[in-house]
């Protein structure tokens, strides 16, 4: 028997191996890309800039670019030399003697000569350059040496052009910045963005923003949304109808919605703007997408338009479980529907509320289907989210260790959302109500 004992395994060892599937899931899909994120965050990435596409962490060498570019300098030099006379034709040989000694520097190492011949054939051949033969790793001292040969070149051809003593002077910039591009530097910046979005009034704006269009937009549609799950859950006649078309809105796709909202909006010939004009909620039919309140306004409209029927279908299946006893013998006590409502209906969807805010506030912090394509995020940024932020950083400005580092801050302030709505309305979830 203790033998026995010995070979199983604890019901606390059970527990962890049943979990482990779950645990393995959850790292894979959710934590792996934020954590890949905050590395990335931690550089200078950028896809417009053909030297920082990756992550470098040491000094080195784009030999696709390098084998294309430095002929090009080679034979620039020469032709200029040839055309030349005199002290010019002495200059430019000598730039020509030094940029090859420089190539031939660089080429003692067995390692570079082999990939400059193996590129140049597959360059030739128009094929693409695989990635284990593009970058290769420079030490300090040799990328100190090669700076310092491209400076000098190009501070002489520079001069030279000046001084028109080449033929073709506006060449000296195009091929001194092709090569000088092949260089690659370590692009490791640290915490450089998340100090910089501390101090960055557009990042600030956007998230108040956001914090803004999350607490009045889930706000109204808790309240509506508890109002609309009461209706649909008394007997009527038709109530399979009416529970079917409340869920319309939240079956259409954000984009469509926001397409459409975007026409009803219209300064010209938007329906709901002429009606508010009409009942005086605005004062001319433009505002509501043109002003920074009126798109503030029209955004949350839309969203509550949008998701109320989510946040009544949730409150709804929790209404379904409230016994009807309870309220048959608040009946019988003397108990109005007011007073049911506070004393049975609430204390009793409490778990319920919980789970639907919880889901509904982070749906709505990180929003940018519907503001993107209702407002793009304006005018002047009014309506700009810290996710169209995050959009614009790596999209629009190719900026992907910014926008990363602003995906780390966005991760970050769900996080604390959803541990404020579990420590403050879900403590009896926890088992800390249990306790008695």
């Not at 040989?93 to 082999?114: D, T």
């Not at 693409?128 to 593009?134: Q, S």
């Not at 995020?377 to 999209?395: L, V």
Request: charged residues 15%; neutral net charge.
């Amino acid at each position: 028997m203790n033998r026995q004992n010995k070979g199983s395994l604890s019901e606390k060892q059970m527990g962890y191996l049943l979990i482990l599937p779950a645990l393995l899931i959850i790292l894979i899909i959710a934590i792996w890309p934020v954590m890949r994120s905050f590395w990335i965050s931690l550089h200078d990435i950028r896809l417009n800039d053909p030297t920082k596409t990756e992550v470098h962490s040491s000094y080195g060498l784009d030999m696709e670019r390098y084998v294309s570019t430095f002929p090009n300098l080679l034979r620039y030099v020469k032709k200029e030399a040839e055309a030349a006379q005199g002290p010019a034709k002495d200059k430019l040989e000598a730039i020509r003697q030094e940029i090859e000694q420089m190539n031939q520097a660089l080429q003692q190492s067995g390692e570079i000569a082999s990939r400059y011949e193996a590129i140049d054939q597959l360059l030739l051949e128009f094929k693409p350059i695989p990635n284990e033969l593009k970058y290769v790793t420079l030490t300090g001292e040799a990328t100190d040496a090669i700076r310092t040969t491209l400076a000098q070149t190009e501070s002489t051809l520079l001069e030279m052009g000046a001084n028109k003593q080449l033929a073709k002077p506006e060449g000296a910039v195009g091929v001194m910045a092709g090569i000088t591009s092949a260089i690659i530097e370590p692009n490791y910046v640290g915490f450089t963005y998340y100090q910089h979005f501390l101090t960055d009034s557009r990042m600030w704006a956007a998230l108040y923003n956001t914090f803004f269009f999350t607490v009045v937009s889930v706000v109204i549609e808790l309240v509506l949304g508890i109002a609309i799950a009461l209706l649909i859950n008394r007997p009527f006649r038709g109530r399979g109808l009416v529970r079917a078309t409340v869920l319309i809105p939240w079956a259409i796709p954000t984009v469509i919605s926001a397409m459409m909202w975007k026409f009803l909006y219209d300064g010209q010939n938007g329906i709901v703007a002429h009606l508010f004009e009409v009942t005086g909620l605005v004062s001319d039919m433009g505002v509501l997408l043109s002003t920074k309140a009126g798109a503030m306004f029209s955004v949350i409209l839309a969203d509550v338009w949008k998701t109320t029927p989510f946040m009544a279908l949730l409150l709804f299946a929790g209404l379904q479980t409230i016994p009807h006893s309870l309220y048959e013998a608040a009946s019988v006590d003397g108990a109005n529907r007011m007073q049911q409502f506070f004393r049975i209906t609430l204390p009793m969807l409490k778990s319920t509320i919980l789970v639907a805010l919880l889901f509904r506030t982070l749906d709505a912090f990180r929003v940018f289907d519907l503001i993107y394509a209702l407002t793009g995020g304006g005018p002047a940024n009014s309506t700009e989210t810290i996710s169209i932020y995050a959009y614009k950083t790596m999209f629009a400005q190719m900026s992907f260790g910014e926008g990363s580092a602003l995906a780390v801050l966005v991760f970050l302030c769900v996080a604390l959302i959803s541990i404020g709505y579990i420590k403050i309305l879900g403590a009896d979830l926890l088992g800390e109500g249990n306790g008695k």
